[in-house]
């Protein structure tokens, strides 16, 4: 019984609370496996899976950047959009203490700290997504309209 119970993330609770239409999918976590592992074990395409990255800008100040599971983010093309000199990633400890959830198991939804969200254009003509649900192994599957909705994310065009 308690193994077919979904877990209450920060994350799940804001879906919730804002009536977002979601499924909860489950797969076995794999340490440094990231999206990839995720489309084998649930059998869908990579580009569906939206990562969620933290990085800072020059002043140190933290944002969320969202992509698509097959592609990276280009840091340059991320700050000329955003106005700033620079952006680079967190150190994992970092995003920890802004978002209040793990490395491979961090969500937009829920953070501990209000962060801008950033989401990559392309991601607005999908259908649906599957984005992480605040725990490792737990995403869960949405329409993009709600994730925007949601985070109210600003679209850039950064993925390479």
């Keep these: ?27 076995k976590y794999q340490e440094k496996g990231g999206t990839e592992v995720a489309a084998r074990e649930l059998g869908i395409d990579e580009h569906t899976i939206i990562k969620t990255l ?32 620079s952006v680079e990633p967190c150190d994992a ?18 953070t501990k700290k209000q962060l801008p969200v950033y989401i990559e254009e392309s991601i607005l003509s999908l259908p649906i997504i599957l984005i992480n649900a605040g725990r490792k192994g737990l995403l869960a599957e949405m329409t993009s309209g709600d994730l925007v909705n949601i985070l109210k994310a600003k679209a850039v065009n950064v993925a390479r």
């Design 93 to 110: 400890k970092v995003a920890q203490k802004h978002t209040g959830y793990m490395v491979g198991g961090t969500s937009p939804f829920g």
């Design 1 to 27: 019984m308690a193994k077919n119970r979904i877990p209450a993330t920060p994350s799940i609770r804001v879906l919730r609370e804002n009536g977002a239409d979601f499924t909860i999918r489950t797969y």
């Design 54 to 85: 933290v990085m800072e800008d020059d002043q140190k100040i933290p944002l969320i950047i969202l992509t698509h599971g097959d592609k990276q983010v280009s840091t340059k093309a991320l700050a000329r959009s955003i106005g700033v000199k």
